[in-house]
């Protein structure tokens, strides 16, 4: 297999704030990786495809000046979600494959983010 | 476009024995993947199994085999001698035009 990180696993902010998620593949290069957002006992979502030295593809309905892709490595995307609300608290997961498109992702372990 | 289709919300099996979850898939593309995953109440999100559209072998690995049955678009996940730690959300996916799409996921519970 391959290993992906996310930190924090948790946080929570006030509302307003600008929070970080980390996501690196540990062993491996990414040039690709996905942000999934995921609401209790619901499926994964797609957000964003994030694509390392150019722009990130936001899935319709994402808006994308609130989350704030950035893949400046073949190892790390982080994801910023801007002026959080509490409508923004959910479960935010990374996932990046190894090789080629269609091979095997790979997912962090998860970012459970609350926002008061 | 892509569509994962997971009928069961929820399912019950006793430990020891088999258990099948569904999944039916929609996709014009020729040439996809399926994948069956397993998360844990930790949110983890553990790969199990692969099947490749033009595979002629369904795929299997340890407890977990796949039963892919193309003209039926269907990809049901099959675990022998349930584990209690086998009690997850199973989810399956689609790979296509660049990215996974997921099903709404069946709850498994394990009984000892």
């Not at chain 1, 910023?80 to 990046?96: G, L, M, Q, R, W």
């Not at chain 2, 996709?27 to 399926?34: A, I, V």
Request: with cysteine; proline share 4%; glycine share 8%.
């Amino acid at each position: 297999g391959a290993v992906v990180s996310q930190h924090p696993s948790r946080v929570i902010c006030k509302s307003g704030t600008s929070v970080k998620i980390e996501c690196r593949s540990l062993d491996f290069q990414a040039t690709t990786m996905f942000w999934y957002r995921q609401f209790p006992k619901k499926s994964l979502m797609l957000m964003a495809t994030s694509n390392e030295g150019s722009k990130a593809t936001y899935e319709q309905g994402v808006e994308k000046d609130k989350f704030l892709i950035n893949h400046a490595s073949l190892t790390l995307s982080t994801l910023t979600v801007t002026s959080a609300h509490p409508e923004d608290s959910s479960f935010y997961i990374c996932s990046a494959h190894k090789d080629h498109p269609g091979e095997t992702q790979y997912f962090g372990p998860g970012t459970r983010l609350l926002v008061l | 476009a892509q569509k994962i289709t997971q009928t069961q919300p929820g399912m019950f099996v006793q430990e020891k024995e088999a258990v099948t979850l569904d999944c039916t898939y929609d996709t014009s593309d020729q040439s996809y993947g399926l994948f069956w995953y397993k998360q844990p109440s930790s949110g983890e999100m553990i790969f199990l199994i692969y099947q490749g559209s033009y595979d002629e072998q369904n795929a299997t690995e340890g407890r977990y085999s796949l039963n892919f049955q193309k003209a039926r678009k269907s990809a049901n996940l099959v675990i022998s001698a349930s584990q209690l730690g086998d009690s997850a959300m199973y989810f399956c996916a689609i790979h296509g035009y660049g990215k996974l799409t997921f099903g709404q996921g069946t709850i498994l519970t394990v009984h000892p």
